[in-house]
């Protein structure tokens, strides 16, 4: 009887021996949880995959925008006291550090003009102003400047539909200027967000 209750447990006995024997293997794939190669997809290190460390790319002040290469966008909630436009012959997109880069020109009912370079990273939802309009048809880099988050206050609200619409639409595959410029021409924001489009 003893042989036979043996023979019944050997196969046990085996998985058993089988599953310690190769529970800390080599095979980081393979391994369980508690194994000294177990990787947790949320862990702080992953030795399967390099380093990626951000680094934006070099940026050149555009040339003051002219009015001929203005194109006005519509904003969401509009303030009727401001028109939009983005200068075509500054923006650009750097696939490298994932950055539009633009001239924005926000006229006013009256007349004024506020005018700035800007950088606009998707990834982060981020803008940071490289230059501002100096009243004198010049662009004149700040003394200091910085990455901030996008909101949605006042008449910088373009920032968010910016992001939110032509920039960084998800619906846009393999961004590039000409899709954007498409999409200040022809999109429509408002219509969008009202499920239009």
């Not at 393979?30 to 460390?53: C, I, L, Q, R």
């Not at 012959?89 to 009912?109: A, P």
């Amino acid at each position: 009887m003893k042989l036979l209750k043996m023979i019944r447990l050997a196969p046990l006995l085996f998985v058993g021996l089988s599953a310690f024997c190769f529970a800390d293997n080599n095979d980081p794939l393979n391994a369980k949880k508690g194994d000294s190669n177990f990787y947790s997809p949320h862990g702080t290190t992953n030795p399967n995959v390099e380093d990626y460390v951000w680094e934006e790319q070099n940026t050149e002040i555009p040339p003051f925008p002219e009015d001929e290469s203005l194109i006005e966008f519509q904003v969401t909630r509009p303030n009727v006291a401001f028109s939009y436009f983005i200068d075509a012959n500054s923006l650009s997109y750097t696939k490298e550090d994932g950055i539009v880069r633009y001239t924005i020109v926000v006229k006013s009912k009256t007349g004024a003009k506020n005018v700035a370079f800007e950088g606009m990273r998707c990834s982060t939802k981020e803008f940071k102003t490289y230059a501002y309009g100096n009243g004198k048809g010049q662009l004149v880099k700040p003394r200091k400047f910085g990455w901030k988050p996008i909101s949605a206050n006042g008449y910088t609200r373009y920032r968010k539909d910016l992001s939110e619409f032509y920039f960084c639409n998800i619906h846009v595959l393999d961004l590039t200027v000409e899709k954007i410029i498409a999409e200040l021409k022809y999109g429509k924001a408002g219509g969008r967000e009202m499920g239009l489009r």
